[in-house]
């Protein structure tokens, strides 16, 4: 086996694609997260590149080749030539543990947890989105919505199952900067934890919050919508109302 550092030009990409003869299927949502480092001018020369077997056919690197081809950008990586193409080869690829963005981010000495960065995409993409980001996009997102992140903390300052989603979140985030008071989403926040209090509203949607799980993008955005819903008609004092599903109304 050697290797080469190269400058892979779309015409090379093609060229190795073109012996891509057993691979698995291209994922968009990682294939538009390469695309958009390449663009952005972020692609970075690292171990990570092009791997051929020793009959020529592919073995790693079609995602990085199609984004090359995609978008026309010319990429330095390296270049292995003459893998064994064995079945203990074949299985050793790729089988290791993933470096995680929490993984990347401690290591340069930034901490960061899922939460945070699901709660800043679904606040920047909206809470249907599914969008992939590189660690580095990761990163600045979480730096970009620090204060909304901060504000869901204090609402929000524990988990609880169903409660404390991504979703419930990013509505009480929602009511905030639409105007609903720090302190008055703090109420209705103990009112989820606790099930007790003034607003007969907020226990309602307690109750649907904990009744099922709103999973998937459907049940993801019906659960931000009830939450938004009934903070900013408290906020806006409409205490006749009723909430059911991702729906309220007056009585």
């Not at 779309?10 to 695309?35: D, V, Y």
């Not at 401690?106 to 606040?123: C, D, F, H």
């Not at 989105?129 to 970009?144: G, I, P, R, Y």
């Not at 929000?156 to 199952?161: E, F, K």
Request: glycine fraction near 8%.
């Amino acid at each position: 086996m050697r290797v080469e550092i190269k400058t892979v030009t779309p015409a090379m990409a093609e060229g190795f694609l073109q012996t891509n003869k057993s691979n698995r299927k291209i994922n968009k949502n990682q294939l538009e997260m390469i695309k958009r480092t390449m663009l952005n001018g972020e692609w970075v020369l690292t171990h990570q590149g092009v791997a051929l077997y020793d009959d020529g056919t592919l073995a790693d690197g079609q995602h990085r080749l199609t984004a090359i081809v995609q978008t026309g950008v010319k990429c330095k990586m390296p270049i292995f030539y003459g893998i064994k193409k064995s079945t203990v080869n074949i299985m050793a690829i790729d089988c290791g543990k993933m470096r995680s963005v929490k993984d990347s981010a401690s290591i340069t000495g930034v901490k960061l947890n899922p939460s945070q960065i699901a709660l800043a995409k679904a606040l920047h993409f909206g809470i249907k989105s599914n969008s992939k980001l590189t660690h580095k996009e990761s990163v600045a997102l979480v730096e970009q919505y620090s204060h909304e992140l901060e504000v869901a903390k204090f609402l929000l300052p524990s988990n609880r199952a169903g409660i404390s989603s991504v979703s419930v979140k990013a509505g009480l985030v929602k009511a905030y900067k639409s105007g609903a008071s720090k302190e008055l989403l703090k109420e209705i926040c103990t009112i989820l934890y606790k099930g007790a209090g003034d607003y007969s509203q907020a226990l309602a949607l307690r109750n649907l919050l904990l009744s099922q799980t709103y999973t998937g993008n459907k049940g993801r955005e019906i659960a931000f919508n009830m939450v938004l819903n009934t903070c900013m008609a408290i906020k806006n004092g409409d205490f006749n109302f009723v909430i059911s599903g991702d729906k309220i109304w007056t009585r």
